[in-house]
């Protein structure tokens, strides 16, 4: 069976279940009643409860990783473009020191800007 998030309510009931029944199999025929088409091993109850018992919540951990300069770096090039809009994205990356690449990700994905290239008709 693939795998997909439980949502929030999916893990209160494991957890519920666990602490009502103390056996995952048990929590997991009953969970079943309620949620036909999920079907989240023993295993992921055992360690759904655990998580709850360590941490008093059902939320996800936090997620490790490199965190990303973005939002950091959005408002220099934000305001380097107002300044100079019609600076090329050289001439940003090089007024605000942040790499060419990034700086057209900021421009493009979240600033949405694009280029404007005015194009001539033959009439």
Do not use: W
């Not at 439980?6 to 995952?24: A, C, I, N």
């Not at 951990?61 to 973005?70: E, H, I, T, V, W």
């Amino acid at each position: 069976m693939p795998r997909t998030k439980l949502t929030k309510e999916q893990r209160t009931t494991m957890v519920l279940l666990m602490e009502r029944f103390g056996s995952p199999t048990l929590a997991r025929i009953e969970y079943r009643k309620k949620y036909p088409n999920s079907s989240p091993s023993l295993t992921t109850f055992t360690n759904n409860y655990k998580k709850f018992l360590a941490t008093s919540s059902v939320n996800d951990l936090p997620r490790s990783g490199r965190p990303s300069l973005d939002e950091v770096r959005i408002p220099l090039v934000q305001a380097a473009t107002e300044r100079h809009p019609e600076s090329s994205i050289r001439q940003l990356a090089q007024e605000t020191n942040i790499p060419v690449c990034q700086v057209q990700r900021i421009l493009r994905k979240k600033l949405k800007l694009y280029p404007y290239r005015l194009t001539t008709l033959p009439y």
